[in-house]
């Protein structure tokens, strides 16, 4: 292996960068050259690759986002889009691609890993859907993110006595909901796996206020059926009868943003050494992800169009902690 290429797509994750320093370094502590692809797929169309050096990669760990741009490339889903990457990626002698990105970024990968070409993927997505890692890149930032924001939001909500509800990311996934309200002592958590009404949410914030609490809180992901939106109007349509109004508030695109944590920047560098490792030993169509601890591979095939389903065990634990 002389010549890799690295790219990422798709939504950005804090610790992108240190999974993009990590190939970078790894690569080329192996004797390879390492090519940094901008706008992830777009550039591969394009063909903008410039070369990554140990010290261009310098300072870049601490930073939020990817210094390489991110894109989601609609020509890239076309086979016209993926023969011209193949192109670009040939006439410079690529002869690898790291692929760090989500779901649909792997989906990428493994089109390309169809077309023979060697590719590699590491699990980097706020929303912790993908199969193949336990935890992705992004995502213990994210969390810490919308427990600053249940925090904040708790002091204002108790000296109001408020019901309050944050809305999460997560696309179809719960997870990052889920682990906020625990975390964060929520009264109620909606999420996508596990459909509830919106009455439930008014029976737990109900509850809250009669155990003698100064507010009720909850939180919700965006993809719930009763998002956010859906809830306010609920509680707003039988505000005589519910006796106590909502207030929301979206997190949004807030949760992606700003500096890694210590974790993040752990299992990113982990997973990009882990990258340069498994194309080292010959190993490609797989993502590179952690699971139980372990960096380890999992074919693509078995990734993509998959969502890793959310831990049964973490609802039943907040639904008992809810109680007391
Ligand atoms: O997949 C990451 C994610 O942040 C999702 O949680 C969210 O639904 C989506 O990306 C937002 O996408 P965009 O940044 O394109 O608006």
């Known amino acids: ?29 192996k004797g390879w050259e390492v090519f940094g692809v901008h706008q992830g797929y777009a550039g591969l169309i394009a063909g903008d690759f410039r070369a990554l050096t140990m010290r261009g990669v310098s300072g870049i760990l601490q930073q939020g ?13 076309t086979e016209d889009g993926r023969l011209k990457a193949l192109w ?72 109001h006595q408020r019901a309050f509800l944050l809305e ?12 906020a309200g ?27 206020y009669e155990k003698g609490k100064s507010h009720a809180f909850g939180v919700v992901a965006e993809g719930a059926r009763y998002n956010a939106e859906k809830l306010v109007a609920y509680f707003s349509e039988h505000q005589a009868r519910i006796g106590f109004e909502l207030r929301t508030t979206t997190l949004g695109h807030v949760q992606r943003g700003g500096v890694p944590t210590a974790y993040d920047r752990l299992l990113a560098s982990r997973l990009g050494a882990g990258a340069v490792a498994t194309l080292a030993r010959g190993e490609t169509g797989v993502l590179v992800g952690m699971i139980k601890g372990d960096i380890t591979t999992t074919p693509l095939e078995q990734v993509i169009g998959k969502q890793k389903p959310i831990d049964p065990e973490l609802f039943d634990l907040a639904k008992v902690l809810d109680r007391q």
Request: proline content about 3%.
């Open 1 to 29: 292996m002389k010549r890799i290429a690295v790219l990422t797509s798709g939504g950005d994750a804090p610790g992108m960068n240190a999974a993009i320093r990590a190939v970078t370094r790894c690569g080329i502590a």
């Open 65 to 77: 986002g990817t210094v390489l741009g991110s894109a989601r490339s609609q020509e890239f889903k």
């Open 88 to 159: 670009e990626l040939r006439q410079i002698d690529i002869e690898a691609v790291v692929i760090i990105g989500g779901n649909g970024s792997q989906t990428g990968a493994y089109a390309l890993s169809q077309m023979s070409f060697p590719v590699v993927g590491i699990a980097s997505t706020i929303d912790n859907d993908l199969v193949g890692s336990d935890i992705t890149i992004g995502v213990d930032t994210a969390l810490n993110i919308a427990l600053e924001a249940i925090d904040r939001l708790k002091t204002t909500a108790s000296s």
């Open 168 to 179: 999460v990311m997560g696309r179809n996934c719960g997870y990052l909901a889920l682990a």
């Open 182 to 208: 625990v975390a964060g002592g929520a009264e109620a958590i909606v999420i996508p796996e596990i459909e509830i009404e919106p009455e439930e949410v008014v029976q737990s914030f109900r509850r809250a």
